[in-house]
C-alpha cells in the first residue's frame, strides 16, 4: 500500500517532471530524477530551487523546508541508479508511445519487483506500456496537471490489466501528496477531462470556422456568460496549439465522428509554429501578455452550446463505465477551474433543457457531437431531470 512508497524515481526532468520530483519532495518522500542530460537536471533543479522559494516567500512553507525538500532530490542520468531500489517510478518524458514503452521496458528489468510503475501520459495507452513489462498489474496512469505543484488534480487510470491493489495505492500516495485523485476506470483515450475539453474546443472550432462568431466573441461569452476562467481560444493558447491538435487526432482516431476535428482552424497555425502562449502567438497575441476579452461581444456565442456538448460527453463516459458523475464534475472544476461540473449543471439546468439543445443543434449541423447519448435520452424518459425531480446524474 502507498504507505510503503517511500523513494520514488521520476524519468523525464520537463515541464512536468520537475514539478511532480518537487510535489514528492516536499512531501518528504527521496525522489531520484531523470534525463538524457546533466544540462536538463541541472535546469530542472534550478526551477525546483526557484519553485520553493516563491513557496517560501508566499509563507506555503518555511524557509528551512526549501533545503530539506531540496536534499531529498538526486538528479541522475543513470536509470540504473534512479530505479535500483525505488517503491514507485513515474515517467514524464515527451508524449511518444515508443520512447515510454521502450521505458517501461528497462524500468522493469532494474527496479525491485514490487515497485509501481507509473505513467504521466495525457492520451497515450497505460495498457500499452503495461504490456511492455512483465508486470502490468502494476503499471497504472497517474495523469497530473500542469503546473504540478499548484494544480490540486490526479487522474489515475487502470489500464487492462492494471491490479485494483496498485490502483488503490496510486489513489492513496495521491492523497498523501495533498491532491485529490479521480479514478478513470478504464484506460480510454483523453481519459476524463481532456475527452471533455477536446469536444467543447471542437465545439467552438466549427462554429468559428462556419462564422458563427469570431474568437473573441466565443471567448467573451464563455468567459463573462459562462463564468469560465478562460475562453476556449485562450486556454487552448495556453494549453497549447501544438499538444491540442494532436490530442483531437487521438479523439478522434478512438471516437470516431463525434470528435470529428476542425483541421481549417488548428492546423494552419500549428503548421506556421504559432503554438499559443509558449510562442508568444497562437489564436491570440501574447508577447504584450494576458490577451484582452471585449465584453462586448459576449452575444456572438451561446455558451449552453459548450455545457451541452460537454454534458453529452459526460454522459458518454458514464455510459461506458468509465467514471462516476461526481469524478467528472471533480475533474473538470480541479482540472480546469470550471465554475461547475457537467454532470451537476445539467442537474441545475435541467436533462431535458439539454437534450433539447442537443436535438436542435443536432437538427440544425448534423453532426455527430450534438447527437444525444442513449444514456442522456433514457435518464429524460425516466424522469430523471435533475435536482427538480429528485434524480438526474445524481440522486437527491
Ligand atoms: N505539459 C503539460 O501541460 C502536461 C500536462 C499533463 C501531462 N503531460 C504529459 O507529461 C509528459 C511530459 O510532458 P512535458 O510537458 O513535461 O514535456 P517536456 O518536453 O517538458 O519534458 C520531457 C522531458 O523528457 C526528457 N526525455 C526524453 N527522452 C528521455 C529518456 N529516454 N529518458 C529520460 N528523459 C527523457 C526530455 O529531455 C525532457 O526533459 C508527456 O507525456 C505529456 O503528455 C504534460
Not at 523525464?12 to 525522489?31: E, R, T
Not at 518524458?93 to 532494474?110: A, C, G, P, W, Y
Request: hydrophobic share 40%.
Amino acid at each position: 500500500m502507498a504507505k510503503e512508497i517511500e523513494k520514488v524515481a521520476v524519468i523525464g526532468a520537463g515541464v512536468m517532471g520537475h514539478g511532480i520530483s518537487q510535489v514528492f519532495a516536499m512531501k518528504g518522500y527521496n525522489v531520484n530524477i531523470v534525463d538524457v542530460s546533466e544540462e536538463i537536471l541541472r535546469k530542472a533543479l534550478q526551477n525546483i530551487e526557484w519553485s520553493l522559494s516563491k513557496f517560501a516567500e508566499k509563507k506555503r512553507i518555511r524557509k528551512e523546508d526549501v533545503e530539506a525538500a531540496l536534499s531529498r532530490i538526486k538528479a541522475t542520468t543513470s536509470y540504473e541508479e534512479a530505479v535500483k531500489d525505488v517503491d514507485f517510478m513515474i515517467e514524464a518524458v515527451s508524449e511518444n508511445i515508443e520512447l515510454k514503452k521502450k521505458i517501461f521496458s528497462r524500468v522493469d528489468q532494474l527496479a525491485p519487483p514490487h515497485a509501481i510503475l507509473a505513467s504521466n501520459t495525457s492520451t497515450l495507452s497505460i495498457s500499452e506500456m503495461g504490456r511492455a513489462t512483465r508486470r502490468p498489474d502494476k503499471v497504472v496512469g497517474m495523469h497530473w496537471f500542469n503546473p504540478p505543484q499548484l494544480m490540486q488534480l490526479i487522474e489515475v487510470i487502470k489500464g487492462d490489466e492494471t491490479s485494483d491493489e496498485t490502483v488503490d495505492s496510486v489513489v492513496e500516495l495521491s492523497k498523501n501528496l495533498g491532491k485529490t485523485p479521480i479514478l478513470c476506470r478504464k484506460d480510454v483515450r483523453g481519459f476524463i477531462v481532456n475527452r471533455i475539453l477536446g469536444l467543447v474546443f471542437n465545439e467552438a472550432f466549427w462554429t468559428y470556422y462556419r462564422r458563427e462568431a469570431t474568437i473573441e466573441g466565443v471567448d467573451s461569452s464563455v468567459k463573462y456568460g459562462g463564468g469560465f476562467p478562460m475562453g476556449w481560444f485562450e486556454l487552448c493558447d495556453y494549453v497549447g496549439l501544438d499538444i491540442a491538435y494532436e490530442v483531437g487526432k487521438v479523439l478522434y482516431e478512438a471516437y470516431g465522428e463525434r470528435f470529428k476535428p476542425c483541421p481549417e482552424v488548428i492546423e494552419p497555425l500549428v503548421k506556421e509554429k504559432k503554438l499559443g502562449q509558449k510562442a508568444g502567438i497562437g489564436f491570440y497575441d501574447w508577447t504584450k501578455g494576458r490577451p484582452r476579452i471585449p465584453f462586448e461581444l459576449s452575444d456572438e456565442y451561446d455558451y449552453e452550446r459548450s455545457w451541452a456538448v460537454a454534458v453529452n460527453e459526460a454522459a458518454w463516459i458514464i455510459h461506458d463505465d468509465v467514471a462516476d458523475p461526481e469524478s467528472i464534475d471533480t475533474g473538470m472544476k480541479l482540472g480546469t477551474g470550471w465554475p461547475q461540473g457537467p454532470c451537476e449543471y445539467a442537474d441545475r439546468k435541467g436533462l431535458n433543457n439539454i437534450l433539447k439543445k442537443l436535438r436542435e443543434l443536432y437538427d440544425k449541423y448534423k453532426m455527430e457531437m450534438y447527437n444525444p447519448c442513449p444514456l442522456l435520452v433514457d435518464y429524460v424518459k425516466n424522469g430523471w431531470i435533475g435536482r427538480s425531480a429528485g434524480r438526474g446524474f445524481y440522486k437527491y
